[in-house]
């Protein structure tokens, strides 16, 4: 008898041990490195509306255009503010490499006092213009900066997604821990969730519409919700264009000065 129930005990370990390595046909790092890797063109323009929503409802609204492309191994954005008036002709870059070891670059323009400022290392974490994005989250995060591990399989949206615990390398990095919703076979973060350095569930970014633009699957709208303190960031994209030719030059810190012309 006793050794009918080992057998038993073998053949369900057997069983559970195949599912599992079924399920998990990838690492983490493998499904992170689809992610950042994924098509998204060669160079991108289009016209954002950033709309920052409080507690009580009250709605600022942004209007931005902006620019990106790669250049092999350095992909560089920029985005100019035209409206409200207020904000009108602030601008900001980001420049992110592929070099591993070579961290993100940022600068914003600010009319005001007609002076473009670096963003430090040590200012990432601070908040971009009100909106419920950090410096950091506007940038390109590699994925070996991060431990990733997928935890389960789940279908989100009707779509069926990987689920990856990702854990930084960096213990002073702003985020103890993020988990994202991945779309299997597309590669896109359907959802994440960003814990703060006590372990606390702080933000969550939802993709609220995809679009194919040009043949490259396409986030049009997104929400990021500040859970501790109940205010929302709404991105919604128009007149995306890909694979457009962008002059080199209009990655410059001339520019800008400049603005959108």
Known sequence: ??????????????VILGSYSFAFDMTGLEVMEKVYNRDTGNSQTSKMTMTL??????????KISQFSKDFGKVTKKIMFFT??????????????????NKNDEQWIYLPAIKRIKAISSDSKSDYFMGSDFTYDDLGDRKPKEDNHKII??????????????????????????????VIKDKW?????????E???????????????????????????TNIQNNHKTTISL???????????????????????R
């Open 1 to 14: 008898m006793k050794k009918l129930i080992k057998t038993v005990i073998i053949m369900g370990m057997m």
């Open 53 to 62: 929503e409080n507690r009580y409802g009250d709605k600022r609204i942004r």
């Open 83 to 100: 409206a409200p008036s207020d904000i009108k002709n602030t601008s900001f870059m980001n420049w992110s490499y592929d070099d591993e």
């Open 152 to 181: 389960k399989m789940e279908k989100l949206n009707g779509e069926n997604c990987y689920v990856i615990e990702s854990i930084t390398k960096d213990e002073d990095y702003m985020y103890s821990k993020v988990i994202s919703w």
């Open 188 to 196: 896109i973060g359907l959802k994440r969730e960003f814990y703060d």
């Open 198 to 224: 006590d372990g606390e569930l702080l933000k969550t970014l939802e993709i609220k519409k995809i679009d194919e633009i040009d043949g490259i699957l396409t986030v049009m709208k997104s929400v990021m």
């Open 238 to 260: 128009k007149d995306v264009k890909h694979n457009t030719n962008i002059s080199d030059r209009q990655f410059t810190e001339r520019m800008m000065k400049r603005g959108v």
